[in-house]
């Protein structure tokens, strides 16, 4: 089945502890993505790659990272999570790029305290 | 500047009724891609529809459709009959061939549909 999974559905954590989310797809697309959803601010993408090794900044970079090691995972990485970083997360991915439609996660949820 | 904009944040109607949710974008690109995705209460998110900026035909899909129109840089979707199965958040989106790589997603419409 043509899926993209990401780990953990749910997760808790603590300021300044540092976290990854997972994120894997089995459809050999190129593009992968990772938004985060708030109440009220809609999607806002947060990186993206193009492929392996290629990734950049989208509209809300700033205390995430990212790595496209693989061409079917592409892992987001809170160095050191702050409370404004709780949030509803999704990746997707899309063959070739923008121009088509996106398969997304089923979400993360993460809560920092 | 936002670049998609879903002015209904909320919105409720009867079973039966018909709905349209709005969707004004802003680009200065002459090839760009607008979609349009369910969010249902579970939480995924589903793709509806996309359409490319050569391409202003109308499109229908059983009891839902869309209107594109260059002129007013609008792409709503409207659901007709609605049923209790269309609550969910709806969301427009944009991507843009020569800025490349990015997706800008609408604030989202929640739609409740009341049986």
């Known amino acids: 089945e043509a899926q993209v999974t990401q780990n953990p559905r749910y997760l808790i954590t603590v300021t300044g502890k540092k976290l990854t989310v997972t994120c894997s797809q089995n459809?050999?697309?190129?593009?992968m993505s990772w938004y985060r959803q708030d109440p009220g601010l809609g999607l806002r993408q947060i990186y993206y790659s193009m492929n392996v090794e290629v990734t950049d900044k989208g509209d809300v970079p700033e205390g995430y990272k990212v790595s496209r090691k693989e061409k079917r995972n592409f892992p987001l990485i809170l160095e050191s999570p702050s409370p404004n970083q709780t949030s509803l997360y999704f990746c997707?991915?899309?063959?070739?790029?923008?121009?088509?439609?996106?398969?997304f996660g089923q979400g993360t949820r993460l809560t920092v305290v | 500047a936002q670049k998609v904009t879903q002015a209904q944040t909320e919105i409720s109607v009867v079973e039966k009724e018909d709905v349209t949710l709005d969707c004004v974008y802003e680009?200065?690109?002459?090839?760009?891609?607008l979609f349009w995705y369910k969010q249902p209460p579970s939480g995924e998110l589903v793709f509806l529809i996309r359409r490319n900026s050569f391409d202003e035909q109308n499109e229908i899909s059983g009891r839902y459709s869309w209107n594109f129109q260059k002129s007013t840089s609008s792409f709503n979707f409207t659901i007709t009959a609605s049923q209790v199965v269309d609550s969910a958040v709806y969301f427009c989106a944009l991507s843009e061939a020569r800025t490349g790589n990015q997706f800008y997603f609408g604030t989202g419409t929640s739609l409740t549909v009341i049986p």
């Open positions: 459809m050999n697309h190129e593009y």
């Open positions: 680009t200065r690109d002459t090839t760009y891609y």
């Open positions: 997707a991915s899309s063959f070739g790029g923008t121009d088509t439609e996106a398969f």
